[in-house]
């Protein structure tokens, strides 16, 4: 399936879990919809091959991955092989790009030069990007010239979406090695569990908590509960889920944790120069929160509660009551993730974690999920895995935010 490139995606602020086996419904009254393909509409499978074994020697970062700089200020650092692949075990996604695979051997070895390194690839893409805008384009008489100038500029252009990417990725990265978090490996049954659980990684949910603000945790508790339902607190019941429901269910708490940083950036601002608006400053009622077409408990698909009752657990937040006193247009804005990139990455790193979904399409229109893979997974687990996924979006918008200031991409 191809990615989803075309538009920027957005998602419904009262976002839970999709784990259910009906047609998703029309969005509520306010409702952002994001639709169930952008979730599962990964590309193809991508490789993250091994940084390359420069043995160890001290070399200077290259600025445009390629070994050779323009005159900038040069880092270096001592680089070893990987003979045991450290690298992979840092991240479930292997950078393939030039760049991506030399952050990813700087995040193995020296992770404190990977900020450095970073702006140092920007500045040359920056460069770069300068360059080829003061390039004029061969006269209309010569067609042939023009075609291969353009395919050329069109060449360079994937080149850096690609490198911007994985940038991004590896800032992300970064930050999770900085809060002493390890990122969840690729998703598959494990040969050491008696049960066949595929969640045999470490519980960290108390370290994830505290990298958000008290306001953004009580949106992050009401997330769980609407994924979890009754079973928020229950840590050691096992479930045997869909793992394309995971899949989604972790790509779009990415995108909810985005979204919850964009707004809490701005309502912690607003509330320390003291201009919050009175609806904000009290708790508001649940009681008419749109939640995400797709989403159900996943109590409810357990048997365990009934849909109706999915709201069960879910706490007033003065951030919410903030965020639904936007108008639509402010809060469409908000729930839209600016870059292509960003999508980019959500996806690929979906998929490096949950695998391709094995799903087709019938002459009917209809999506065939009869070969997709059943996973047993704790709640205790799948409670880590969505506290991850909503600070890898956290930190997105971060990195997002920050490269963009070095390196204009953000469109919108």
């Known amino acids: 399936m191809e990615a989803a490139t075309g538009s920027t995606s957005t998602l419904a602020i009262g976002i839970g879990s999709p784990f259910r086996d009906t047609d998703p419904r029309p969005p509520a009254s306010r409702s952002l919809y994001f639709p169930s393909e952008s979730l599962i509409s990964v590309p193809h499978y991508r490789s993250f091959v091994s940084p390359s074994k420069l043995g160890k020697k001290s070399i200077t970062l290259p600025c445009s991955g390629r070994g050779r700089g323009l005159g900038f200020p040069m880092v270096k650092a001592s680089l070893s092989p990987d003979p045991d692949g450290s690298a992979a075990q840092i991240a479930p996604l292997r950078l393939q790009s030039p760049i991506g695979q030399f952050l990813s051997q700087i995040l193995t070895t020296h992770p404190h030069l990977l900020p450095a390194a970073v702006d140092q690839q920007l500045q040359q893409l920056q460069t770069q990007r300068h360059a080829e805008e003061l390039t004029q384009e061969p006269s209309a008489s010569a067609t042939h010239d023009i075609v291969l100038y353009r395919r050329i500029a069109e060449v360079k252009a994937i080149e850096r979406k690609r490198a911007l990417e994985e940038i991004l990725y590896a800032m992300v990265v970064q930050r999770f090695m900085d809060a002493d978090v390890p ?32 306001e953004a945790s009580e949106m992050i508790q009401n997330h769980l509960a609407l994924v979890l339902g009754n079973r928020i607190g229950d ?56 939640v995400h077409p797709e989403i159900s408990s996943m109590a409810a698909e357990q048997g365990d509660v009934s849909p109706g009752e ?88 971060d990195v997002e935010t920050y490269v963009d200031s070095r390196y204009h991409f953000v469109m919108n």
Do not use: C
């Open 183 to 214: 990122l969840i490996p690729a998703v598959a049954p494990s040969s050491t569990d008696p049960y066949g659980r595929v969640d045999t990684w470490a519980r960290d949910d108390e370290k994830l908590e505290r990298l958000h603000s008290s």
């Open 310 to 397: 999915s709201g069960m657990g879910i706490k007033p937040s003065r951030l919410r009551t903030y965020v639904m006193s936007f108008d639509g247009e402010t809060l469409q804005r908000f729930a839209t993730i600016r870059s292509k990139e960003a999508v980019s990455i959500i996806e690929r790193h979906t998929e490096a974690l949950f695998g391709r979904p094995q799903i087709a399409i019938t002459p009917q229109g209809t999506v065939d999920t009869s070969k997709d893979e059943l996973i047993k997974i704790s709640f205790g687990g799948l409670k880590r895995l969505v506290l991850e996924a909503v600070t890898f979006g956290s930190f997105l918008w």
């Open 235 to 290: 840590f050691a019941s096992v479930a045997q889920i869909s793992k394309l429901r995971v899949g989604q269910v972790y790509a779009a708490s990415v995108m909810y944790g985005y979204f919850l940083k964009r707004v809490d950036e701005r309502f912690q601002l607003e509330k320390t120069v003291k201009v919050l608006p009175a609806s904000a400053t009290v708790e508001g009622s649940f009681s008419n929160a749109p």
